[in-house]
């Protein structure tokens, strides 16, 4: 999608994506859904002028879509929520049987765990009816 944005309406994105409109036109892909973008000028060689050069615009396109670029992530790499949206994202595109499988096995795990730890406080403590008196 190709946009103009009005820098005093969306001041907030003006200022996130650091979107100058005395620039030529800023090219970037936003990918909403995993919170990153990729601006234009992380391209080796990059000059303000070639967000109107088509034949870049491509290259870069095509740079996205090969993997050849890396993103600019909006959330910080040490937040936990740029890893469990993903993870949510994962697991609800899985199948509902498999959904199943996955939550049976944490219940399990969670079950059989607390089963362990109370016998395991039986078993470390005296009891003090076998306890001999000297």
């Known amino acids: 999608m190709f946009a103009t944005v009005d820098e005093l ?5 003006v200022e ?3 979107l100058n409109p005395k620039t030529p036109p800023y090219v970037f892909v936003l990918n909403h859904e995993d919170e990153e973008y990729y601006p234009m000028s992380i391209q ?9 050069d088509m034949v870049k615009v491509s290259d870069f396109l095509q740079g ?13 790499w040490y ?12 697991f609800f595109a899985l199948e509902e049987w498999q959904q199943t499988i996955i939550g049976l096995v944490f219940v399990g795990g969670a079950v059989l765990l607390g ?6 406080t039986l078993v470390d ?3 003090p009816i076998l306890k001999k008196e000297k």
Do not use: C, M, W
């Not at 309406?9 to 994105?13: D, F």
């Not at 080796?44 to 109107?52: A, H, L, M, T, V």
């Open 16 to 18: 996130l994506f650091n």
């Open 44 to 52: 080796p060689g990059y000059r303000e002028q070639d967000g109107r």
């Open 79 to 90: 937040n936990p929520s740029r890893y469990t949206k993903k993870a949510t994202r994962a």
């Open 115 to 120: 089963i362990f730890l109370f016998f395991r």
């Open 125 to 127: 403590e005296p009891n």
């Open 9 to 13: 309406a969306y001041r907030r994105y």
């Open 64 to 76: 996205i879509a090969g993997g050849h670029l890396a993103a600019v992530h909006l959330t910080p």
